[in-house]
Structure formats: C-alpha cells, structure tokens
C-alpha cells in the first residue's frame, strides 16, 4: 500500500490515510472504545423502550381478556365460548325486541 498523504485529527482519535485506492480512517483505541460505549448506550436504550412496549402490549392484551371473560359471564355463557358468537346472538336478541316491539335492558360495559 503506498502512502501520498497522512491526516491526523485535533483530538488525536483518527488518523486519515490516503492511498492509491482512496482515503481510509483508522480510529484510536481510546476513540474506538467511546464509539463502542456509545453505540451500547444507543442499544440499550432501545431495548429498554422496546421491553416496556412489550409489557404495556402484555398489559393491554391481558385487560382485554378479562374484559371479555366478564362480558361473557354477563350474557351467561362459558368462557370457551368465542365473543363473536356472543355478540352475534346479542345483536339478534336486540333486532328481535326491536322488532316486536319487546323491552330489552342493557348490559352496562
């Protein structure tokens, strides 16, 4: 590799070479461990929102289920049972009072 020109930064943490091939940068071994701490901080960071994602995902699914549960316990059904069949049979129920002119009362959710 011939050398035509050497560069060195004011902080002293990158030596720029240029070849006949182009330029290349070599790092210090004080500035390659800063970008390495830097570039964990930066992942860690984004674990970190990334797991607390995940548990408010795990939270709201887990509500959700027990919203549910408690819906279907209210129309009297299993728990087995899907809540599409659920609210298909409630919104029958409700089209067949409407229809006939019948009094219905809500179920507060």
Do not use: H, P
């Amino acid at each position: 590799m011939k050398v035509t020109q050497l560069k060195i930064d004011n902080a002293d943490t990158k030596l720029f070479v240029c070849t006949e091939e182009g330029w290349r940068t070599y790092y210090s071994e004080r500035e390659l461990r800063r970008l390495i701490d830097a570039a964990c901080v930066e992942n860690d960071t984004r674990v970190g929102k990334l797991q607390r994602e995940l548990e408010m995902e795990r939270d709201t699914n887990y509500k959700r289920r027990m919203w549910l549960r408690e819906q279907k316990k209210k129309a009297g059904v299993n728990d087995d049972v899907s809540f599409d069949d659920v609210w298909k049979e409630a919104l029958l129920a409700l089209i067949y009072c409407k229809r006939n002119k019948i009094e219905y009362r809500k179920i507060e959710v």
